[in-house]
């Protein structure tokens, strides 16, 4: 089993979470980021008030995931999704749609504690590390 590591699960691993840094640990080699992804955590890193180590975690972090790029498949996923979602008066931010569709076309389990975002994406396979 993979997993898509969304950014807020991220952002707790920077922070030293140690429940969040011992799942790192143990799925070392299976871990995987969207674009979307670091893009937000490029922001986090970049804004005035972020720490040298902060932006090095980044830097750090990104040798032990793989970056998974938006691609046609997953493009054209995200307008199915986005589509559906729209139809039944329901909505996902952007982000949250792009990440979703990465983690169905790599069929990856979606590592979040924001759950509540993803679960009007059906056949999303979500876990929370946070969760006890």
Avoid: C
């Avoid at 890193?45 to 972020?50: E, I, M």
């Avoid at 090095?56 to 972090?61: F, S």
């Amino acid at each position: 089993m993979s997993f898509l590591i969304d950014t807020d699960i991220v952002s707790w691993y920077l922070k030293g979470n140690g429940r969040v840094g011992n799942r790192f640990l143990q799925y070392t080699g299976r871990l995987h980021i969207s674009v979307a992804t670091l893009a937000e955590l490029a922001t986090w890193t970049n804004r005035a008030n972020a720490s040298a180590k902060r932006k090095q975690g980044l830097v750090d972090l990104l040798q032990d995931v793989v970056v998974l790029d938006a691609t046609r498949e997953i493009a054209l996923r995200y307008g199915r999704e986005e589509a559906r979602l729209m139809d039944k008066g329901l909505a996902a931010t952007e982000f949250d749609l792009l990440i979703a569709a990465t983690a169905l076309t790599h069929d990856l389990v979606l590592v979040t504690h924001n759950v509540r975002d993803f679960q009007v994406i059906p056949d999303l396979m979500i876990v929370d590390w946070l969760d006890p």
